[in-house]
Protein backbone atom coordinates (compact mmCIF):
# COMPACT_ATOMS: atom_id res chain seq x y z
CA UNK A 1 0.00 0.00 0.00
CA UNK A 2 1.32 3.22 -0.92
CA UNK A 3 1.89 6.04 1.73
CA UNK A 4 0.39 8.74 -0.40
CA UNK A 5 -2.79 8.28 -2.19
CA UNK A 6 -3.77 10.14 -5.00
CA UNK A 7 -8.22 11.32 -5.15
CA UNK A 8 -9.78 12.98 -7.31
CA UNK A 9 -10.73 16.33 -5.46
CA UNK A 10 -12.57 18.05 -8.91
CA UNK A 11 -14.59 17.04 -12.01
CA UNK A 12 -15.68 18.97 -14.63
CA UNK A 13 -17.20 18.44 -18.30
CA UNK A 14 -17.56 20.11 -21.32
CA UNK A 15 -20.68 18.60 -24.36
CA UNK A 16 -21.01 21.11 -27.35
CA UNK A 17 -24.48 21.81 -28.08
CA UNK A 18 -25.76 20.20 -31.39
CA UNK A 19 -27.35 17.17 -30.73
CA UNK A 20 -27.34 15.01 -33.31
CA UNK A 21 -30.64 12.30 -32.72
CA UNK A 22 -31.16 9.07 -34.32
CA UNK A 23 -34.35 10.58 -36.55
CA UNK A 24 -31.40 12.85 -38.05
CA UNK A 25 -28.99 10.17 -38.73
CA UNK A 26 -31.98 8.39 -40.25
CA UNK A 27 -31.99 11.30 -42.89
CA UNK A 28 -28.23 10.74 -43.22
CA UNK A 29 -27.66 6.98 -43.91
CA UNK A 30 -30.03 3.66 -44.30
CA UNK A 31 -30.65 2.94 -40.55
CA UNK A 32 -33.76 3.37 -38.05
CA UNK A 33 -34.00 4.27 -34.56
CA UNK A 34 -35.33 0.86 -33.39
CA UNK A 35 -31.91 -0.35 -34.82
CA UNK A 36 -29.74 2.13 -33.25
CA UNK A 37 -31.31 2.19 -29.72
CA UNK A 38 -32.43 -2.17 -29.53
CA UNK A 39 -28.80 -2.38 -30.68
CA UNK A 40 -26.29 -0.17 -28.85
CA UNK A 41 -28.77 2.07 -26.33
CA UNK A 42 -28.05 4.82 -27.96
CA UNK A 43 -30.83 7.35 -28.61
CA UNK A 44 -28.70 11.05 -29.52
CA UNK A 45 -24.92 12.45 -29.14
CA UNK A 46 -23.13 15.94 -29.32
CA UNK A 47 -21.11 17.29 -32.18
CA UNK A 48 -18.83 19.78 -31.95
CA UNK A 49 -19.27 22.41 -35.23
CA UNK A 50 -17.78 25.07 -35.75
CA UNK A 51 -14.65 26.05 -37.86
CA UNK A 52 -11.47 25.34 -35.81
CA UNK A 53 -12.75 24.20 -33.17
CA UNK A 54 -10.96 20.55 -31.94
CA UNK A 55 -10.34 18.63 -29.40
CA UNK A 56 -8.54 21.03 -27.56
CA UNK A 57 -11.21 23.39 -27.01
CA UNK A 58 -13.90 21.10 -25.48
CA UNK A 59 -10.49 19.78 -23.14
CA UNK A 60 -9.94 23.26 -22.04
CA UNK A 61 -13.19 23.99 -20.71
CA UNK A 62 -13.91 20.82 -19.22
CA UNK A 63 -10.72 21.02 -17.14
CA UNK A 64 -11.69 24.91 -16.14
CA UNK A 65 -14.69 23.08 -14.89
CA UNK A 66 -12.80 20.77 -12.84
CA UNK A 67 -10.13 23.26 -11.37
CA UNK A 68 -13.08 25.35 -10.45
CA UNK A 69 -15.14 22.64 -8.66
CA UNK A 70 -11.58 21.28 -6.58
CA UNK A 71 -10.83 25.19 -5.50
CA UNK A 72 -7.41 24.63 -7.55
CA UNK A 73 -5.63 27.69 -9.06
CA UNK A 74 -3.90 26.44 -12.87
CA UNK A 75 -0.49 27.09 -10.98
CA UNK A 76 -0.76 24.91 -8.25
CA UNK A 77 -0.80 22.10 -11.57
CA UNK A 78 2.30 19.55 -11.95
CA UNK A 79 1.28 17.67 -14.77
CA UNK A 80 -1.44 17.21 -17.13
CA UNK A 81 -2.56 14.09 -19.16
CA UNK A 82 -4.91 14.93 -21.85
CA UNK A 83 -6.20 10.82 -22.72
CA UNK A 84 -7.35 11.39 -26.49
CA UNK A 85 -7.28 9.49 -30.20
CA UNK A 86 -8.57 12.85 -32.13
CA UNK A 87 -6.11 15.50 -31.06
CA UNK A 88 -5.95 19.07 -32.13
CA UNK A 89 -2.46 17.89 -34.18
CA UNK A 90 -0.32 14.90 -34.23
CA UNK A 91 2.45 17.12 -32.40
CA UNK A 92 2.29 19.81 -30.18
CA UNK A 93 0.19 17.68 -27.84
CA UNK A 94 -3.47 18.73 -27.24
CA UNK A 95 -2.27 18.90 -23.29
CA UNK A 96 0.33 21.44 -24.23
CA UNK A 97 -2.32 23.48 -25.67
CA UNK A 98 -4.40 23.00 -22.52
CA UNK A 99 -1.58 24.01 -20.42
CA UNK A 100 -1.37 26.77 -22.17
CA UNK A 101 -4.63 28.21 -22.51
CA UNK A 102 -5.60 27.29 -18.48
CA UNK A 103 -2.73 29.16 -17.54
CA UNK A 104 -0.68 25.88 -15.62
CA UNK A 105 2.61 27.52 -15.77
CA UNK A 106 4.04 24.90 -13.71
CA UNK A 107 2.96 21.52 -15.24
CA UNK A 108 4.23 19.47 -17.73
CA UNK A 109 2.01 18.07 -20.23
CA UNK A 110 1.68 15.55 -22.40
CA UNK A 111 -1.13 12.69 -24.32
CA UNK A 112 -1.81 9.46 -24.06
CA UNK A 113 -3.00 7.33 -26.44
CA UNK A 114 -5.49 4.15 -25.56
CA UNK A 115 -8.73 4.84 -27.42
CA UNK A 116 -11.52 4.11 -24.87
CA UNK A 117 -9.16 2.87 -22.22
CA UNK A 118 -7.39 6.26 -22.56
CA UNK A 119 -9.10 7.86 -19.45
CA UNK A 120 -8.07 4.58 -17.12
CA UNK A 121 -4.20 4.55 -18.50
CA UNK A 122 -3.88 8.31 -18.01
CA UNK A 123 -6.22 8.27 -14.56
CA UNK A 124 -4.06 5.42 -12.79
CA UNK A 125 -0.57 7.08 -14.36
CA UNK A 126 -1.52 10.33 -13.30
CA UNK A 127 -1.87 8.33 -9.48
CA UNK A 128 1.34 6.48 -10.17
CA UNK A 129 2.91 10.17 -10.35
CA UNK A 130 1.06 11.61 -7.21
CA UNK A 131 1.88 8.03 -5.32
CA UNK A 132 5.88 8.11 -5.97
CA UNK A 133 5.71 12.33 -4.79
CA UNK A 134 7.14 13.60 -7.93
CA UNK A 135 3.75 15.30 -8.28
CA UNK A 136 1.04 17.13 -6.28
CA UNK A 137 -1.93 17.52 -8.32
CA UNK A 138 -2.14 16.28 -11.80
CA UNK A 139 -5.07 17.66 -14.46
CA UNK A 140 -6.23 14.25 -16.01
CA UNK A 141 -8.63 15.11 -19.30
CA UNK A 142 -10.06 12.54 -21.55
CA UNK A 143 -11.62 14.25 -24.86
CA UNK A 144 -12.36 13.38 -28.21
CA UNK A 145 -13.96 15.25 -31.23
CA UNK A 146 -15.11 11.32 -32.60
CA UNK A 147 -16.79 13.52 -35.63
CA UNK A 148 -13.52 14.43 -36.72
CA UNK A 149 -12.71 10.74 -37.64
CA UNK A 150 -16.40 9.23 -38.30
CA UNK A 151 -17.46 8.71 -42.12
CA UNK A 152 -21.30 10.15 -41.70
CA UNK A 153 -22.02 7.74 -44.91
CA UNK A 154 -20.78 4.36 -43.12
CA UNK A 155 -24.16 3.60 -40.85
CA UNK A 156 -21.85 0.80 -39.25
CA UNK A 157 -20.34 3.45 -37.24
CA UNK A 158 -22.02 7.04 -37.71
CA UNK A 159 -24.39 6.30 -34.91
CA UNK A 160 -22.00 5.10 -32.39
CA UNK A 161 -19.90 8.29 -32.18
CA UNK A 162 -20.29 11.57 -30.21
CA UNK A 163 -17.72 14.21 -29.07
CA UNK A 164 -17.17 15.30 -24.90
CA UNK A 165 -14.36 16.01 -23.20
CA UNK A 166 -14.43 15.62 -18.82
CA UNK A 167 -11.85 16.65 -16.90
CA UNK A 168 -10.71 15.26 -12.96
CA UNK A 169 -7.96 16.63 -11.07
CA UNK A 170 -6.09 13.94 -8.99
CA UNK A 171 -4.40 15.34 -5.45
CA UNK A 172 -2.32 13.77 -2.83
CA UNK A 173 -3.91 12.76 0.35
CA UNK A 174 -2.27 10.56 3.34
CA UNK A 175 -5.99 9.03 3.88
CA UNK A 176 -6.32 5.85 2.09
CA UNK A 177 -8.89 7.40 -0.43
CA UNK A 178 -8.65 7.66 -3.93
CA UNK A 179 -7.48 5.13 -6.42
CA UNK A 180 -6.58 2.35 -4.71
CA UNK A 181 -5.62 -0.48 -7.63
CA UNK A 182 -5.73 -1.01 -10.97
CA UNK A 183 -5.51 -3.85 -13.60
CA UNK A 184 -4.73 -2.92 -17.01
CA UNK A 185 -4.77 -5.14 -20.20
CA UNK A 186 -3.18 -4.73 -23.70
CA UNK A 187 -3.47 -6.89 -27.01
CA UNK A 188 -2.11 -5.27 -30.09
CA UNK A 189 -4.52 -5.90 -32.74
CA UNK A 190 -2.10 -6.40 -35.54
CA UNK A 191 -5.90 -7.48 -37.21
CA UNK A 192 -7.00 -4.03 -37.38
CA UNK A 193 -10.44 -4.84 -35.72
CA UNK A 194 -10.70 -1.19 -34.57
CA UNK A 195 -8.50 1.56 -36.30
CA UNK A 196 -7.45 4.26 -38.31
CA UNK A 197 -5.79 3.44 -41.48
CA UNK A 198 -4.51 6.16 -42.84
CA UNK A 199 -2.55 9.35 -41.53
CA UNK A 200 0.17 7.64 -39.61
CA UNK A 201 3.82 6.79 -40.82
CA UNK A 202 2.75 3.47 -42.66
CA UNK A 203 -0.03 5.83 -44.86
CA UNK A 204 0.77 9.41 -44.33
CA UNK A 205 -2.32 11.45 -46.09
CA UNK A 206 -2.19 11.65 -49.87
CA UNK A 207 -4.88 12.23 -52.73
CA UNK A 208 -5.36 8.46 -52.42
CA UNK A 209 -5.87 7.76 -48.82
CA UNK A 210 -8.37 10.64 -49.00
CA UNK A 211 -10.36 9.24 -51.70
CA UNK A 212 -10.42 5.78 -50.45
CA UNK A 213 -11.59 7.19 -47.38
CA UNK A 214 -8.84 5.85 -44.86
CA UNK A 215 -8.56 8.59 -42.44
CA UNK A 216 -12.26 7.42 -40.96
CA UNK A 217 -12.34 4.82 -38.43
CA UNK A 218 -12.58 1.38 -39.07
CA UNK A 219 -14.23 -1.17 -36.94
CA UNK A 220 -15.23 -4.96 -37.27
CA UNK A 221 -18.20 -4.48 -35.02
CA UNK A 222 -19.07 -8.12 -34.03
CA UNK A 223 -15.21 -8.90 -33.62
CA UNK A 224 -14.70 -6.20 -30.87
CA UNK A 225 -18.05 -6.95 -29.79
CA UNK A 226 -16.94 -10.47 -28.17
CA UNK A 227 -13.61 -9.02 -27.22
CA UNK A 228 -15.29 -6.27 -25.57
CA UNK A 229 -17.94 -8.12 -23.75
CA UNK A 230 -15.49 -10.82 -22.15
CA UNK A 231 -12.14 -8.16 -21.67
CA UNK A 232 -14.73 -5.71 -19.69
CA UNK A 233 -16.47 -7.97 -17.54
CA UNK A 234 -13.18 -10.38 -16.72
CA UNK A 235 -11.30 -7.36 -15.78
CA UNK A 236 -14.10 -6.02 -13.27
CA UNK A 237 -14.64 -9.15 -11.77
CA UNK A 238 -10.88 -9.28 -11.43
CA UNK A 239 -10.01 -6.30 -9.88
CA UNK A 240 -12.88 -7.29 -7.61
CA UNK A 241 -11.74 -10.54 -6.38
CA UNK A 242 -8.10 -9.22 -6.01
CA UNK A 243 -9.99 -6.16 -3.64
CA UNK A 244 -11.80 -8.90 -1.57
CA UNK A 245 -14.85 -7.09 -3.29
CA UNK A 246 -18.27 -8.23 -2.86
CA UNK A 247 -20.98 -6.93 -4.98
CA UNK A 248 -22.92 -5.35 -2.25
CA UNK A 249 -19.69 -3.64 -1.20
CA UNK A 250 -19.08 -1.90 -5.16
CA UNK A 251 -21.32 1.52 -4.83
CA UNK A 252 -21.07 2.47 -8.97
CA UNK A 253 -20.12 0.77 -11.90
CA UNK A 254 -18.85 3.38 -14.16
CA UNK A 255 -18.23 1.29 -17.47
CA UNK A 256 -17.13 2.74 -20.65
CA UNK A 257 -20.45 3.72 -22.88
CA UNK A 258 -19.59 1.45 -26.09
CA UNK A 259 -22.76 -0.46 -26.15
CA UNK A 260 -25.81 -0.86 -23.25
CA UNK A 261 -25.18 -4.76 -24.06
CA UNK A 262 -21.58 -4.73 -22.90
CA UNK A 263 -22.18 -2.75 -20.51
CA UNK A 264 -25.20 -5.07 -18.86
CA UNK A 265 -22.80 -8.04 -19.66
CA UNK A 266 -20.43 -6.31 -17.48
CA UNK A 267 -22.80 -5.88 -14.76
CA UNK A 268 -24.50 -9.38 -14.74
CA UNK A 269 -20.31 -10.76 -14.38
CA UNK A 270 -20.28 -8.72 -11.29
CA UNK A 271 -23.35 -9.71 -9.21
CA UNK A 272 -24.47 -6.06 -9.47
CA UNK A 273 -28.34 -4.79 -10.11
CA UNK A 274 -29.02 -1.97 -12.59
CA UNK A 275 -29.22 0.93 -10.14
CA UNK A 276 -25.41 0.34 -9.52
CA UNK A 277 -24.65 1.55 -12.89
CA UNK A 278 -23.72 4.56 -14.26
CA UNK A 279 -25.33 4.69 -17.81
CA UNK A 280 -25.40 7.93 -20.28
CA UNK A 281 -24.79 5.68 -23.61
CA UNK A 282 -28.68 6.85 -24.73
CA UNK A 283 -27.57 10.56 -24.14
CA UNK A 284 -23.65 10.75 -25.52
CA UNK A 285 -23.17 8.03 -27.39
CA UNK A 286 -19.66 6.63 -27.49
CA UNK A 287 -17.62 9.48 -26.60
CA UNK A 288 -13.89 7.47 -26.66
CA UNK A 289 -11.97 9.11 -23.77
CA UNK A 290 -14.54 11.29 -22.21
CA UNK A 291 -17.29 8.53 -21.02
CA UNK A 292 -16.18 7.64 -17.80
CA UNK A 293 -15.78 10.83 -16.26
CA UNK A 294 -18.52 12.37 -17.94
CA UNK A 295 -20.42 9.24 -16.05
CA UNK A 296 -18.78 10.87 -12.56
CA UNK A 297 -19.80 14.81 -13.42
CA UNK A 298 -23.43 13.51 -14.47
CA UNK A 299 -23.92 11.33 -10.85
CA UNK A 300 -21.54 13.58 -8.85
CA UNK A 301 -24.48 14.71 -6.47
CA UNK A 302 -24.85 10.94 -5.85
CA UNK A 303 -21.84 9.74 -4.66
CA UNK A 304 -20.54 10.01 -0.80
CA UNK A 305 -17.27 9.70 0.14
CA UNK A 306 -15.64 6.53 0.85
CA UNK A 307 -18.11 5.05 -1.84
CA UNK A 308 -16.18 2.40 -3.84
CA UNK A 309 -16.38 2.53 -7.70
CA UNK A 310 -15.51 0.16 -10.41
CA UNK A 311 -14.20 2.10 -13.49
CA UNK A 312 -13.93 -0.20 -16.28
CA UNK A 313 -13.41 0.27 -19.99
CA UNK A 314 -12.45 -1.92 -23.17
CA UNK A 315 -11.36 -0.29 -26.26
CA UNK A 316 -8.97 0.00 -29.76
CA UNK A 317 -5.45 -1.05 -28.76
CA UNK A 318 -6.64 -3.45 -27.62
CA UNK A 319 -6.66 -2.12 -24.31
CA UNK A 320 -8.43 -2.75 -21.17
CA UNK A 321 -8.88 -2.45 -17.76
CA UNK A 322 -10.23 -1.21 -14.28
CA UNK A 323 -10.07 0.46 -11.21
CA UNK A 324 -10.82 0.54 -7.86
CA UNK A 325 -11.31 4.16 -7.23
CA UNK A 326 -12.55 5.18 -3.32
CA UNK A 327 -14.47 8.34 -3.86
CA UNK A 328 -12.52 10.89 -2.57
CA UNK A 329 -14.78 14.25 -2.70
O1 LIG B 1 -15.57 1.67 -27.76
C1 LIG B 1 -14.64 0.95 -28.52
C2 LIG B 1 -14.97 -0.46 -28.61
N1 LIG B 1 -16.09 -0.65 -29.49
C3 LIG B 1 -17.09 -1.42 -29.12
O2 LIG B 1 -17.09 -1.92 -28.03
C4 LIG B 1 -18.18 -1.67 -30.13
C5 LIG B 1 -18.46 -3.13 -30.22
N2 LIG B 1 -19.46 -3.48 -31.25
C6 LIG B 1 -20.76 -3.15 -31.15
O3 LIG B 1 -21.16 -2.44 -30.26
C7 LIG B 1 -21.72 -3.77 -32.15
O4 LIG B 1 -21.07 -4.78 -32.87
C8 LIG B 1 -22.33 -2.73 -33.14
C9 LIG B 1 -23.30 -1.83 -32.43
C10 LIG B 1 -21.23 -1.93 -33.81
C11 LIG B 1 -23.11 -3.48 -34.22
O5 LIG B 1 -24.14 -4.28 -33.64
P1 LIG B 1 -24.30 -5.82 -34.00
O6 LIG B 1 -25.46 -6.31 -33.26
O7 LIG B 1 -22.97 -6.48 -33.78
O8 LIG B 1 -24.65 -5.73 -35.53
P2 LIG B 1 -23.91 -6.43 -36.76
O9 LIG B 1 -22.65 -5.71 -37.07
O10 LIG B 1 -23.85 -7.91 -36.49
O11 LIG B 1 -24.94 -6.15 -37.90
C12 LIG B 1 -26.24 -6.78 -37.93
C13 LIG B 1 -27.00 -6.27 -39.14
C14 LIG B 1 -26.19 -6.30 -40.43
O12 LIG B 1 -27.05 -6.65 -41.47
P3 LIG B 1 -27.08 -8.16 -42.04
O13 LIG B 1 -25.68 -8.44 -42.50
O14 LIG B 1 -27.48 -9.01 -40.87
O15 LIG B 1 -28.09 -8.07 -43.12
C15 LIG B 1 -25.73 -4.89 -40.60
O16 LIG B 1 -25.50 -4.54 -41.95
O17 LIG B 1 -27.33 -4.89 -38.93
C16 LIG B 1 -26.90 -4.11 -40.05
N3 LIG B 1 -26.56 -2.78 -39.59
C17 LIG B 1 -27.46 -1.80 -39.45
N4 LIG B 1 -28.78 -1.74 -39.68
C18 LIG B 1 -29.42 -0.59 -39.42
C19 LIG B 1 -25.35 -2.33 -39.21
N5 LIG B 1 -25.45 -1.04 -38.84
C20 LIG B 1 -26.74 -0.70 -38.98
C21 LIG B 1 -27.45 0.49 -38.74
N6 LIG B 1 -28.77 0.50 -38.97
N7 LIG B 1 -26.86 1.62 -38.27
Known amino acids: MPSIFAKISGIGKYLPDYVLTNKELESMVETNDEWIQSRTGIRERRILKGEGLGTSYMAERAANAALEDAGTAPEEIDAIIVAT ?38 LSNGGNLIESGRAKKVLVIGADKMSSIIDYTDRTTCI ?32 CMLYQPAGGSVKPASEQTVKDKLHYLRQDGRAVFKKATHGMADVSLEIM ?9 VAWLVPHQANLRIIDATARRMGLDKDKVMINIDRYGNTTSATIPLCLCDW ?13 AFGGGLTWGSIYLKWGK
Do not use: M, W
Open 85 to 122: VTPDYFFPATACLVQKRIGAKNAYAFDLSAACSGFLFA
Open 160 to 191: LFGDAAAAVVLEATDEEIGIIDYIHHTDGDEE
Open 241 to 249: KKNNLEPEQ
Open 300 to 312: DDQLTKGDNLILS
